[in-house]
T-cell receptor, first 111, second 114 residues
Framework: SQQGEEDPQALSIQEGENATMNCSYKTSINNLQWYRQNSGRGLVHLIL?????REKHSGRLRVTLDTSKKSSSLLITASRAADTASYFCATDPTNDYKLSFGAGTTVTVRA | GAGVSQSPRYKVAKRGQDVALRCDPISGHVSLFWYQQALGQGPEFLTY????????KSGLPSDRFFAERPEGSVSTLKIQRTQQEDSAVYLC????????????FGPGTRLTVT
């Protein structure tokens, strides 16, 4: 069963715009990770945020985590065509080594 | 190697055939994971190795699924008597250690059972 749930399921934006997607999860976590998957390629790790962190930045990516609401958001600023991909959140429940993924948000960046 | 590699990239099997999917993890990575990804879904955990020991196989859908990592490096996922519901992308990932460390994924093997 999948612990995370991303919202929206799909997102279409113009190049240069920002893209925001959300992830909600069910149980307590040790950390939360975001992955990107391009068509025909494997998952690529984007960013990890620990349960005691509230916000983290990596380049054009900004991730927030609200453990009281069991939710996280991923913001991609100044989007590019190369950002077209599916984005997944994955949780690592406390002391668990198994990643539990959501169904993903499919982002399309139009030139 | 540069990353996790998997072979074959694509496999078509007739229902009832046995298949073997190979994963070469990043050299030195202790942990190895197998995931199954159905179309339009996120990956679902199948099994986990720490070196050659299979510590968790709770995600394997049936006893037709078997995984091994005999020397603590290359791993093989075997599916016996394939069924149509086994059609999916099978992803392998490795990490330096278990727990919070980042998992590095291979490109996957797309299995189609006809």
């Amino acid at each position: 069963s999948q612990q995370g749930e991303e919202d929206p399921q799909a997102l279409s934006i113009q190049e240069g715009e920002n893209a925001t997607m959300n992830c909600s999860y069910k149980t307590s976590i040790n950390n939360l990770q975001w992955y990107r998957q391009n068509s025909g390629r494997g998952l690529v790790h984007l960013i990890l945020i620990r349960s005691n962190e509230r916000e983290k930045h990596s380049g054009r990516l900004r991730v927030t985590l609200d453990t009281s609401k069991k939710s996280s958001s991923l913001l991609i600023t100044a989007s590019r065509a190369a950002d077209t991909a599916s984005y997944f959140c994955a949780t690592d429940p406390t002391n668990d080594y198994k990643l539990s993924f959501g169904a993903g948000t499919t982002v399309t960046v139009r030139a | 190697g540069a990353g996790v590699s998997q072979s074959p990239r694509y496999k078509v099997a007739k229902r009832g055939q046995d298949v073997a999917l190979r994963c070469d993890p990043i050299s030195g990575h202790v942990s190895l994971f197998w995931y199954q990804q159905a179309l339009g879904q996120g990956p679902e955990f199948l099994t986990y190795f720490q070196n050659e020991a299979q510590l968790d196989k709770s995600g394997l859908p049936s006893d037709r699924f078997f995984a091994e990592r005999p020397e603590g490096s290359v791993s093989t996922l075997k599916i016996q008597r394939t069924q149509q519901e086994d059609s999916a992308v099978y992803l392998c990932a490795s990490s330096l250690y278990s727990g919070e460390y980042e998992q590095y994924f291979g490109p996957g093997t797309r299995l189609t059972v006809t």
